[in-house]
């Protein structure tokens, strides 16, 4: 049985603090007119560096909260939205298709085409194929390891393609990781709404 094709027309390649602030900032517009019946797939391999952290100095987050927990309950409040589908696995592929669409290749051959592509896959390595763009040293990462892609100062790398979370080369803390993440969905947003907009509820 051939594994299956899931359409999308955003994919977001990273489920860490980046990717699901992204996802969720998006999702909860689906119940604009403007937003249609448009489709959010977040892919994510479990490796956020996230899991390993105990936060202080979050705002609105209990001083000494797990990451991991963290992680789990911004999973739960992605899986209030319908429009958002997240999917357990890893991108090793990922390609603009002639017609300007994207299509990304997990390991165990389900792909998902999209429209829009967003990589937030942290700023510790860089195995997704297919790209033409090579991670630069992150300006802010504090070590040498450290890698960033590079961007338009909106976190548009090309057309329909962004970066976001730690990637797109903001220091490290969970604020700053989200709310790249946010900015990033607030530009897509504002794209499909033909005006510049921003969604604070879903309403």
Not at 20 to 42: G, M, N, P
Not at 111 to 134: P, S
Not at 146 to 173: F, K, M, N, T, W
Request: proline content about 5%.
């Amino acid at each position: 049985m051939p594994a299956p094709t899931h359409p999308a027309d955003v994919l977001i390649i990273g489920g860490g603090a980046g990717g699901l602030s992204c996802a969720i900032t998006l999702a909860s517009a689906q119940k604009k007119k403007w937003f249609e019946d448009r489709r959010i797939v977040i892919v994510d391999d479990g490796t956020s560096d996230l899991k390993k952290a105990r936060l202080f100095n979050v705002p609105g987050v209990t001083p000494g909260t797990l990451g991991s927990d963290l992680l789990s309950e911004l999973e739960v409040q992605l899986g209030q939205y319908e429009c958002a589908t997240m999917l357990r696995g890893t991108v090793q592929r990922a390609e603009r298709l002639p017609g300007g669409r994207f299509i990304a290749t997990l390991e165990q051959g389900e792909e998902v085409v999209a429209t829009k592509l967003v990589i937030a896959t942290g700023y510790k390595r860089w195995d997704v194929e297919g790209l033409d763009h090579v991670p630069e040293p992150h300006p802010k990462g504090g070590k040498t390891n450290r890698i960033h892609l590079p961007h338009d100062g909106c976190y548009r790398i090309e057309p329909d393609l962004h970066v976001a979370g730690l990637l797109a080369g903001g220091s490290s803390q969970f604020a700053i990781a989200a709310g790249i993440g946010a900015q990033v969905a607030v530009e897509l947003l504002s794209e499909w709404a033909g005006k510049r907009t921003h969604v604070h509820d879903n309403a």
